[in-house]
């Protein structure tokens, strides 16, 4: 059975940092890419960053030089390092594998 559990989220100010986790179990993660997608109030669920499973990644315009995903394959972890945070990245940030999600990790950022 697949699980994806999310943690990390939290209240920062604008201009913080938070770093998200994202801990896989039952699937071969090392071999797998991984994905971090967000939801806004309002908004539809929007895809954040990818890394694949050679570490490979990719990020949305909105994130790009801000955010940096990242993989510990020992740990079957991947994480979401947020940097230069604002309010517009205020969400609810889940991990993704495939057709699987985890619960989600509410970040508030005010200003």
């Known amino acids: 059975q697949v699980q994806l559990v999310e943690s990390g989220g939290g209240l920062v100010q604008a201009g913080g940092s938070l770093r998200l986790s994202c801990a896989a179990s039952?699937?071969?993660?090392?071999?797998?890419?991984m994905n971090w997608y967000r939801q806004a109030p309002g908004k539809s669920r929007e895809l954040v960053a990818v890394?694949?499973?050679?570490?490979?990644?990719n990020y949305a315009d909105s994130v790009k030089g801000r955010f940096t995903i990242s993989r510990d394959n020992a740990k079957n972890t991947v994480y979401l390092q947020m940097n230069s945070l604002r309010p517009d990245d205020t969400a609810v940030y889940y991990c993704?594998?495939?057709?699987?999600w985890g619960k989600g990790t509410l970040v508030t950022v005010s200003s």
């Open positions: 890394i694949t499973s050679l570490g490979h990644t």
């Open positions: 039952g699937i071969i993660f090392s071999l797998n890419g």
């Open positions: 993704n594998f495939m057709k699987y």
